[in-house]
């Protein structure tokens, strides 16, 4: 069994991507600029389509392509690996923890094949206002297939900002989201002290967009989050 990353990079050289790649996991990228010469999958473009949707298209293709793979990683080229656990080690995890909690009728108890993958891990032992926010999330097979009536893991509709957050409201709302705080995932955020400096593109891109979309994900919350429903499981 594979497990992915899947993420949209413009850094040079990938930012942290080729430490996945060391610590055994597969690589795919959305990619602007030259090319990330490691990943083992690359779509060009040449804008950036958001965060949420970028992490959306990733994932399809390498559904397409791998059908062993059976959890995907979403985040950015600025997170770390967890240092100790192996990725099949934590796929395997998440894949006994998810697996016969709940079925898409509502009854719990009830095995049915693929729910062991219907689910949305975020380790939160970077701290950091991870437990806020799914921003780093290991998704798995079923869910990218399924949620948002299969338009893909996460709400597209953000430039950048709030998909991170409506995902873990909207897991944790269909009962299939697990915090994990023995995970860490260290997040090298601009604006957190001692970590990379800030991109030239972030005020322009990101800093400006949370603003501008909290509207929207506010108008989305009081409305239930319209769209999240999952494409229903043959019985």
Request: hydrophobic residues 35%; charged residues 25%.
């Amino acid at each position: 069994m594979s497990v992915w990353i899947c993420v949209p990079s413009i850094r040079p050289g990938g930012g942290t991507l080729p430490e996945w790649k060391a610590r055994g996991y597969k690589v795919a990228v959305l990619r602007q600029g030259e090319l990330f010469p490691e990943a083992d999958v690359t779509v060009g473009t040449d804008k950036y389509l958001g965060w949420a949707e970028s992490i959306n298209l990733t994932v399809k293709v390498v559904m397409i392509l791998d059908k062993e793979a059976e959890w995907f990683v979403g985040g950015g080229d600025d997170t770390l690996p967890d240092p100790l656990f192996s990725p099949g080690q934590i796929a395997g995890q998440c894949s006994e923890y998810f697996g016969g909690r709940w079925n898409l009728g509502g009854e719990t108890g009830k095995l049915r094949e693929g729910l062991e993958t219907f689910g949305v891990m975020q380790p939160t032992g970077d701290g950091w206002n991870i437990d806020k926010i799914a921003g780093s999330p290991w998704l798995g097979r079923e869910w990218c297939k399924r949620a948002y009536q299969g338009h893909g893991p996460l709400f597209a509709g953000y430039p950048h900002n709030w998909a991170d957050e409506e995902l873990q409201a909207v897991a944790t709302k269909l009962g299939v989201f697990w915090q994990r705080p023995d995970i860490t995932q260290r997040h090298n955020h601009c604006m957190r002290s001692g970590s990379v400096a800030k991109p030239e593109w972030w005020d322009r891109i990101v800093g400006k967009d949370y603003g501008v979309s909290k509207p929207m994900f506010e108008q989305r919350k009081a409305a239930g989050w319209p769209g999240h429903e999952p494409l229903e499981m043959a019985a």
